[in-house]
């Protein structure tokens, strides 16, 4: 099935977009350490294959963004208790993130809410216009 490849290339090409358009993001290389937090309601992944675990890193790095040099990723599981999803979402506001992907339409909200000025970059399997 062709769907992983099509959801990795969509998520880079939002990356790529919200990179290349948010102002916090454009610097010179080595200058700044970027910060992107993603928001997932799920249990962390039993493998480090996972599209957004490794996927986002490995894109962004394509890109010139690396861990450890310039770039952070800051990681928000909810352990499948989206209950818990507006104070990840705080925390990640409160971490100084440059922009956040949020994994479902609930972390979405829960981000909106925390940070209404931050860019999300949304990623999931549901309309954005329509909720």
Known sequence: MRRRPLLASAAVGLLSVAATTS???????????????????????????DLIVAGIPRALRELGYVEGRNLKIE?????????????????LA???VDLVV????????AM???APNLPIVMFGNFDPVAL
Do not use: N
């Open 23 to 49: 102002t916090q993001l454009l610097a010179q290389s080595g200058e700044s350490v970027y910060r992107v937090g993603i928001l997932r309601p799920s249990a962390p992944p039993p493998s480090a294959s």
């Open 75 to 91: 990681l928000r599981w909810a352990g499948g208790d989206f209950s818990r999803l507006p104070a990840l979402a705080e925390e």
């Open 94 to 96: 409160r971490a100084d």
């Open 102 to 109: 949020a994994v479902s339409a609930p972390a979405a909200r």
């Open 112 to 114: 909106k809410v925390a």
